[in-house]
T-cell receptor, first 116, second 114 residues
C-alpha cells in the first residue's frame, strides 16, 4: 500500500528557533498534501493544503508567515514552524492524495513538536 | 459551517462484545465519509470510505453505514478484540471542497478489555 513518511518523528527545540518537518510519499506521486495539527485528546485540524508547484492554501486562522509550506516535488512537502513558541507544541500530521488514486488520503506517522 | 461530532468520547467494553460508534455531521452536502483508526502517538489508518451515494461499506469485522439525509454514520465492530483498542475518527469531505479536504470529528477512544 501507499506509504507516507515524516521526519523527524520527534523534535524538541528552544523558543524562537525554527523547525522543519518533512513529509514524503515513498512509493507514489502526490499532487496534493495536507498538513494537520492535533492537540492532546483533540481531533485533527487542517492547517493548509499544499499543491505541487504552487502556493499553499491556508485555513482561516492559520498564519502563513509562521507556518511555511513548500511542496517542491510530487513526493515531498515541508512545513517550517518559524520562531516557534511553547504554544506551537503539538502533533503535526501530513497526508497525501495519490495522483490518479481516487479519494483516499494516506497519512504520515506524525511529528511531535515540543517547544521549550 | 460543517461540524462533525462523535459520541461517545470514550468507550470501554469487554473482549468479544459487538459495539457501535456514532458520527454525526451538520451539513449533508458531503462527497464522502471516512472512518480512521489512530493508535496513541501515531498517524491515521484509513478503515472504510463511504461515497455519498453508498449506504454502507464492510471490511472484515467492521461495517460502516451512512445516512446522508439525517447526517449520521455508524461504525459497527463485531466481536471486539483488545487489538481494536485505539481512537476512531470519522471525517467528511464537503462537496464544495472535493480537493480532498477532510473535516474530522473529535474521535471515540475505545478500550477493549481482555
Amino acid at each position: 500500500g501507499a506509504v507516507v513518511s515524516q521526519h523527524p518523528s520527534r523534535v524538541i527545540c528552544k523558543s524562537g528557533t525554527s523547525v522543519k518537518i518533512e513529509c514524503r510519499s515513498l512509493d507514489f506521486q502526490a499532487t496534493t498534501m495536507f498538513w494537520y495539527r492535533q492537540f492532546p485528546k483533540q481531533s485533527l485540524m487542517l492547517m493548509a493544503t499544499s499543491n505541487e508547484g504552487s502556493k499553499a492554501t491556508y485555513e482561516q486562522g492559520v498564519e502563513k508567515d509562521k507556518f511555511l509550506i513548500n511542496h517542491a516535488s510530487l513526493t515531498l512537502s515541508t512545513l517550517t514552524v518559524t520562531s516557534a513558541h511553547p504554544e506551537d507544541s503539538s502533533f503535526y500530521i501530513c497526508s497525501a492524495l495519490q495522483r490518479g488514486g481516487g479519494d483516499t488520503q494516506y497519512f504520515g506517522p506524525g511529528t511531535r513538536l515540543t517547544v521549550l | 459551517k460543517q461540524e462533525v461530532t462523535q459520541i461517545p468520547a470514550a468507550l470501554s467494553v469487554p473482549e468479544g462484545e459487538n459495539l457501535v460508534l456514532n458520527c454525526s455531521f451538520t451539513d449533508s452536502a458531503i462527497y464522502n465519509l471516512q472512518w480512521f483508526r489512530q493508535d496513541p502517538g501515531k498517524g491515521l489508518t484509513s478503515l472504510l470510505l463511504i461515497q455519498s451515494s453508498q449506504r454502507e461499506q464492510t471490511s472484515g469485522r467492521l461495517n460502516a453505514s451512512l445516512d446522508k439525509s439525517s447526517g449520521r454514520s455508524t461504525l459497527y465492530i463485531a466481536a471486539s478484540q483488545p487489538g481494536d483498542s485505539a481512537t476512531y475518527l470519522c471525517a467528511v469531505t464537503p462537496v464544495h471542497n472535493q480537493g480532498g479536504k477532510l473535516i474530522f470529528g473529535q474521535g471515540t477512544e475505545l478500550s477493549v478489555k481482555p
